[in-house]
Nanobody, 120 residues
C-alpha cells in the first residue's frame, strides 16, 4: 500500500503565498514523476505542475512564474510553492505520483486533496 498525504492548504488573500507538501509513504521502491493537480468547483481537474525524479519540471501556463514545484527524493516528498495567488487559484489541490512498489510493479497514486482558497 502507498499513501500520499497533502498538507499546507488554507485561506489566503490575493497576492499571498502558500506552500503545499505531499509526503508518500508505504511500500515504495522508488518514485518517478510527481505531480500537482487542482480542481475548482464545476471545472475539470487540471495538471498544475510536474517534476521528474531527476528534477525536470513543467507547469500549466497560468501558473508559470508564480508556482514552483520541488521534491526531496530521500523524503519521498513533493512541494508546491505558490506565490502571487489570485482568486483563479482557488481549488482543491491533489498530489499524484508514479510509484514503483517493487522493481517490476508500479502504479499511480493520489492524495486526498487539500483546499486552497484565495479571497479578500
Amino acid at each position: 500500500q502507498v499513501q500520499l498525504v497533502e498538507s499546507g492548504g488554507g485561506s489566503v488573500q490575493p497576492g499571498g503565498s502558500l506552500r503545499l507538501s505531499c509526503a508518500a509513504s508505504g511500500s515504495i521502491f522508488s518514485i518517478d514523476t510527481m505531480r500537482w493537480y487542482r480542481q475548482a468547483p464545476g471545472r475539470e481537474r487540471e495538471l498544475v505542475a510536474a517534476i521528474t525524479r531527476s528534477g525536470s519540471t513543467e507547469y500549466v501556463d497560468s501558473v508559470k512564474g508564480r508556482f514552483t514545484v520541488s521534491r526531496v527524493n530521500a523524503k519521498n516528498t513533493v512541494y508546491l510553492q505558490m506565490n502571487s495567488l489570485n482568486a483563479e487559484d482557488t481549488a482543491a489541490y491533489y498530489c499524484n505520483a508514479d510509484v514503483l512498489v517493487t522493481a517490476r510493479s508500479s502504479g499511480t497514486y493520489w492524495g486526498q486533496g487539500t483546499q486552497v482558497t484565495v479571497s479578500s
